[in-house]
């Protein structure tokens, strides 16, 4: 049998983590809908909870599709293009654990190091207020959003940002983002 990835390693390690959805592969329309009829179901009787995981996931979700530098074309249409990326949802005791990788170009890596550290730095009357002040800026040619899409995942977690950049090579690294959402106790949700 020749080298290769342990299939059993991975499944132990998901296993020890207490994963709940993995996914690797293009973030296309039709797989986030899967993913997130997942994601409803598996929190149906925990709707707050669900809401903040769903929302999170969203927005965790369009980075990856508009911003990954790893690029699927679907189809003959060239204007069809998803990221590829990947994302994990984990449970611990006391929180649950949202965490999304894609490929970027270092050029961009510390503009987005600048981003993260700034979210990262705000409480959540700072982090609203930052969301309304970028909602009123005008959109940069070329992108999608108002670019709140960090603001508004430190805000549904209400905890700050974790973010990893790997470098590859002289043109790329891979970022990663995670966040935890804490549990609610009985006591909160009565």
């Known amino acids: 049998m020749g080298k290769g990835i342990n299939i059993f390693d991975y499944y132990m390690d998901f296993e020890e983590n207490n994963v709940i959805i993995y996914y690797k592969g293009p973030f296309m329309e039709t797989i986030l809908a899967k993913i997130s ?10 709707p707050l909870t669900s809401k903040k995981i769903f929302s999170i996931f969203i927005e965790l979700a369009q980075n990856i599709a508009h911003h990954s530098d790893e690029r699927n074309v679907f189809g003959e249409n060239q204007l069809k293009k998803s990221g590829n990326g990947t ?5 611990s005791e006391d929180h649950f654990t949202l ?3 894609n490929l970027i170009r270092n050029e961009d890596v510390p503009e987005i190091i600048d ?6 730095e705000l409480d959540i009357e700072g982090l609203r207020k930052l969301k309304r002040d970028l909602r009123n800026l005008p959109r940069r040619e070329g992108h999608k959003g108002a670019n709140i899409g960090l603001v508004d995942i430190a805000i549904k ?15 790329f690294s891979y970022f990663i983002i995670s ?12």
């Open 37 to 46: 009829e997942d994601i409803k179901a598996r929190f149906d009787k925990d």
């Open 87 to 91: 994302f994990q949802l984990s449970e």
């Open 99 to 101: 965490v999304s990788g």
């Open 115 to 120: 981003k993260c550290n700034t979210v990262n």
């Open 157 to 171: 977690a209400q905890n700050p940002l974790s973010v990893e950049v790997t470098p590859i090579n002289e043109e």
């Open 179 to 190: 966040v935890e959402v804490s549990k609610q106790s009985k006591a909160e949700s009565e």
